[in-house]
């Protein structure tokens, strides 16, 4: 569809005028203009909701809302076109078949031996061994090698050594969805360990021997410890409802030594509904400081991410610092029991705040444990009650550890974001369907390609300049301050704020001190260097010591100077008073943003899959050489040339 | 940039000729200013019952007058104490915090403050047009605004000296009354009339330009940190008394240290520099949106929770870039 707007959401005055284009995996815009095509690249996985608002004399206006958290306000000239457009994005945005994901017909040209490559990249026994396990107490059982157990389980898992198969099948049919107690973490140090599992179908008085035997084994697996906390992540008030329903909790009577705890954290629902209204309030126009507070607070959602967060330490003390044993459930011990146990590894763990650690952590928590991926983040349409940000919690709880240890993670924010991205682009098989089985079934890792070779491939834009590994910061267990600390919850702007540039620092201090950094090692590299060479001169020479060149000024070759060019930005709109000031001739703007040249050297782009599909930087393609069955792997939201006026709306 | 007190007009707008020529000598041929008055268009009215007032359309026709209220006085106190018990108690849940926060309007204050800055900033280096900026004594809002204005256009008033060099001249040489406003503080119960954080929320509009601009500011949160102490107490001369007048009269040139010197000592120096700084020519824009305004925790915190692994994080910045 030919002349259509693109409206820049802050600054209701600036518009790109191009084309919009409709493939069987993206939506393209391109925008008109002599010497850059900027292009806008969203994938049909993206889109969360599609709104069409009423016609103006302008045009149609269509609101496309994204996963990401980008929002594309388009304005269509002819009501029919738009209606058209408007039909098909809810198709093309709903599918039915997995054949039709993105993940199946994207080609990174890599032979079938790097793809397999790629899957063998995150391997789970390998991290069990790290763990140190197999051992005395934890051993590898096969009993569900047909997902004949537990459908939603992997084929192996880690059990306690007395816990025999009898036990473990019996426990399973006591267990809502079958989810029997499984180990998710081991601490080698002491012997305690975190386990996951769903919910016993207690219902007021059910007991199950073999459950409570399963409890005991995993008691028992910890010599250093009497009893063992059962960790129930939901409100007291959901866990006795689901009593009538005939599940329910652990009764301390029943089960010996156990100490168990209520954490409190909401279900599905309520995250959902948070995440919604959060999303109102960044999408407010001109909020005032009031406004923002109070929707903030009213959407709820930094409370309940403090919620997983306590859950987290409350877990990662009890290992840690008590030498402890936990067994983690909520209700079906895919949503809050996954997030709690990952953010408790990730305070207890050091190698999880590594990037590779990282990887291996979604995979084990997330991945193996049958996060119902597809339910949750909609690769196909489905129940919209399934629908919930309950990775995206996970994420934003690494986020804002990584704001309190800055020194502590290997990678950046960058990562986190790039990682949440694909978790809802289906551009990589990873995070597809329900369950290992069902990814199984579906031959994933023959049809398509590992998200994590892809990251690891790009690390470099993802590490944390910060990041020693000999550092206090990334030795041993986090302690995040417990109270009083509400205050160091913070609103995670870069993510869902991601694509409003105005609202973020020009340039990024995560990029300069690695480029910094970079420097260094060269410059250490080429002295070593130099220095042997002039050993090597003054051995041979000992009369004629002509000593040639003056060190060159380093930081001029770099380029890597942050003044200028760089730093360019534009003013808001301050002046609600908008007859104060002239329309301001786009000339005076331009200047400006004409000179914010994004070079290669010193400012990487976040998107280094643009630049592996085309010669030119990112943001500025020329549509016609660009295959089919590539294209842009993430909007290029940190390219220079989008810099543009946020608009500040009046106090 | 020009800064005034308001003008007299009184209940029976009076007119000075002398007033309105001197504004028209600050104008070419053709050209036109902005007011940038920082009281309500309904406070400024009321000010005429008491003597004061606003400068007429019909006397100054080719200044256009703009209304940005700041608070002031004992108002801005308040929020300033409220601030501080809400971040002191330890009490408060989750679910409530925010709402605490806000109802202190300290963020809010400062967002119409950096607003304010940005719109007198815009019209010179935008509209290239002169500004005048005053509120009702000329001695609080006014400094905050024409302040911040300088930090916002002008690089020289970013490096450390520059940033000292700016403080004399629009603070204390421009007569804020310190003694007055920074007197007791947050905890004291006394509530003295005269009191008002106004330096503090300048301080705090720097520190949120620092956070949004890394690299543009020569100096740190240390120096920031440094001159709020020194502001309410102090070892040395420099933020004593209300104005030069009384300085002269209390001889502290000459019986006491000034802050910049031990400031600028070679070894004192290097403490309150920003490792990240490069200069910067541009003039910079913040963004006041509230996503971008954030509680300035160095400040607000400090007693209450270790700085340690963010003065980690800044350690290890030095450490790349020294080595570099």
């Known amino acids: 569809v030919e002349n259509v707007r693109l409206l820049d959401r802050l600054s209701s005055r600036k518009a790109a005028l191009g084309t919009l284009y409709l493939t069987a995996t993206h939506v393209i815009f391109v925008e008109n203009g002599s010497e850059t095509r900027k292009e806008t690249w969203v994938l049909?996985?993206?889109?969360?909701?599609?709104?069409k608002q009423a016609t103006t004399a302008t045009?149609?206006?269509?609101?496309?809302?994204?996963?990401?958290?980008?929002?594309?306000?388009?304005?269509?000239?002819?009501e029919r076109d738009c209606h058209d457009v408007y039909i098909s994005l809810i198709r093309l945005a709903r599918p039915v078949k997995y054949e039709e994901l993105y993940c199946f017909s994207f080609n990174p040209k890599l032979d079938k031996e790097e793809r397999e490559q790629g899957w063998k990249l995150v391997d789970l026994n390998e991290e069990y061994n790290r763990m140190g396990i197999p051992n005395n107490y934890w051993q590898i059982s096969d009993v569900n090698r047909d997902y004949g157990v537990c459908d939603s389980y992997p084929t192996e898992v880690y059990v306690p050594k007395s816990a025999t198969a009898h036990i473990i099948v019996g426990s399973s049919k006591f267990r809502s969805r079958r989810r029997f107690p499984a180990l998710s973490y081991y601490c080698k140090d002491n012997n305690a360990s975190i386990c996951r599992s769903s919910q016993p179908l207690s219902g007021f008085s059910a007991r199950c021997l073999e459950d409570e035997q399963m409890l005991q084994a995993i008691r028992k697996a910890n010599p250093g410890s009497d009893f063992i906390y059962v960790v129930d992540t939901r409100p007291k008030l959901n866990a006795m409802a689901n009593r009538a329903a005939g599940k329910g909790y652990e009764n301390e009577d029943n089960y010996s030594n156990i100490k168990f705890q209520f954490i409190g954290i909401e279900n599905i629902h309520v995250m959902r509904n948070s995440l919604q209204k959060m999303l109102e309030v960044c999408e407010l126009k001109s909020p005032s400081m009031s406004d923002f507070l109070w929707g903030l607070e009213n959407s709820g959602w930094l409370k309940h991410i403090k919620a997983i967060m306590d859950a987290?330490?409350?877990?990662?003390?009890?290992?840690?610092?008590?030498?402890?044993?936990?067994?983690?459930?909520?209700?079906?011990?895919?949503?809050?029991?996954?997030q709690v146990c990952s953010v408790a590894s990730l305070l207890l763990d050091p190698y999880y705040r590594t990037m590779k650690g990282?990887?291996?952590?979604?995979?084990?928590d997330w991945v193996s444990f049958g996060h119902k991926f597809n339910h949750r983040y909609g690769n196909l349409d489905g129940d919209p009650k399934e629908?919930?940000?309950?990775?995206?919690?996970?994420?934003e709880c690494v986020w804002q550890l990584m704001e309190q240890f800055p020194c502590a993670?290997?990678?950046?924010?960058?990562?986190?974001?790039?990682?949440?991205?694909?978790?809802?682009?289906?551009?990589?098989?990873?995070?597809?369907?329900n369950s290992p089985k069902e990814r199984q079934e579906l031959k994933i890792q023959e049809r398509t390609y590992s998200l994590w070779a892809h990251l690891w491939k790009n690390r470099a834009d993802y590490l944390n300049p910060l990041y020693r590994s000999d550092h206090s910061q990334t030795q041993g267990t986090l302690h995040p301050q417990m109270a009083p600390c509400n205050f160091l919850y913070k609103f995670w702007s870069g993510m869902y704020n991601r694509f409003e540039k105005g609202l973020h620092p020009r340039q990024s201090v995560t990029d300069y001190l690695m480029a910094v950094k970079e420097e260094t090692q060269q410059l250490e590299e080429e002295l070593e260097v130099l220095g042997e060479r002039l050993a090597n001169l003054q051995k041979s020479q000992l009369n004629d010591n002509k000593v040639k060149s003056k060190p060159q000024d380093r930081s001029k070759q770099l380029g890597l100077s942050t003044s200028n060019n760089s730093l360019a930005n534009t003013p808001q709109e301050y002046s609600n008073d908008l007859k104060s000031f002239p329309s301001r001739s786009p000339s005076q703007g331009d200047e400006e943003d004409s000179a914010l040249i994004l070079t290669q050297d010193n400012l990487k782009s976040s998107d280094p899959d643009l630049s592996a599909n085309s010669d030119q930087e990112s943001g500025v393609e020329d549509l016609s050489c660009r295959s089919p069955s590539g294209g842009g792997c993430l909007p290029s939201e940190d390219s220079g040339k989008d810099s543009d006026e946020a608009v500040f709306l009046a106090v | 940039m020009l800064r005034s007190s308001q003008?007299?007009?009184?209940?029976n707008r009076k007119r000075c000729r002398e007033d309105e020529m001197l504004l028209g000598t600050v104008l070419d041929e053709g050209e036109r200013g902005f007011i940038i008055d920082t009281r309500s268009a309904q406070a400024a009215k009321q000010a005429r019952m008491t003597g004061g007032g606003t400068e007429p359309k019909s006397s100054?026709?080719?200044?256009?007058?703009?209304?940005?209220?700041?608070?002031?006085?004992?108002?801005?106190?308040?929020?300033?104490i409220k601030l501080v018990e809400a971040c002191n108690d330890t009490s408060i849940n989750m679910d409530r915090w925010l709402s605490r926060l806000e109802s202190c309007r300290w963020l809010s204050h400062v967002k119409a403050a950096l607003s304010t800055a940005c719109l007198a900033a815009q019209c010179m280096d935008r509209e290239e047009a002169s500004v005048l900026v005053h509120g009702a004594e000329g001695t609080d809002t006014t400094l905050l605004v024409t302040a911040l204005a300088q930090v916002i256009l002008d690089p020289s008033c970013r490096t450390l000296v520059g940033f000292q060099g700016l403080l004399e001249r629009e603070w204390i040489e421009a007569g804020h009354p310190f003694h007055l406003r920074c007197a007791r503080s947050a905890y004291s119960h006394a509530r003295l009339k005269q009191e008002a954080p106004l330096f503090l929320l300048f301080l705090d509009c720097v520190w949120q330009l620092s956070r949004q601009f890394p690299f543009s500011l020569e100096f740190g949160e240390h120096l920031l940190l440094t001159l709020f102490d020194n502001a309410y107490a102090s070892d040395y001369g420099t933020f004593l008394c209300n104005n030069e007048k009384e300085r002269c009269l209390c001889k502290v040139k000459e019986t006491t240290h000034s802050l910049w010197a031990w400031l600028n000592q070679p070894g004192e120096k290097k403490k309150y520099l920003n490792p990240l700084y490069s200069h910067n020519a541009l003039v910079i824009w913040p963004s006041v949106e509230p996503q971008s305004i954030q509680l300035w925790q160095g400040l607000f915190f400090r007693w209450i929770r270790s700085s340690q692994y963010l003065d980690e994080a800044w350690a290890e910045i030095e450490r790349l870039v020294e080595g570099n």
């Open chain 1, 387 to 395: 629908i919930s940000p309950v990775i995206d919690q996970f994420i």
């Open chain 2, 7 to 11: 003008p007299l007009t009184g209940p």
């Open chain 1, 44 to 51: 049909h996985s993206q889109i969360s909701s599609i709104e």
């Open chain 2, 60 to 80: 100054y026709p080719r200044w256009r007058r703009l209304h940005r209220p700041l608070e002031r006085g004992r108002p801005l106190q308040e929020s300033f």
């Open chain 1, 312 to 338: 987290g330490i409350f877990i990662a003390k009890a290992v840690a610092e008590e030498g402890v044993s936990v067994l983690v459930h909520c209700s079906d011990g895919w949503d809050r029991t996954a």
């Open chain 1, 409 to 433: 993670f290997e990678f950046n924010e960058r990562f986190l974001i790039h990682i949440q991205h694909h978790i809802y682009s289906c551009q990589f098989g990873n995070f597809l369907c």
């Open chain 1, 59 to 78: 045009g149609c206006p269509l609101l496309i809302r994204c996963k990401n958290f980008q929002v594309i306000q388009l304005v269509i000239p002819q």
């Open chain 1, 358 to 364: 990282f990887m291996v952590l979604i995979e084990k």
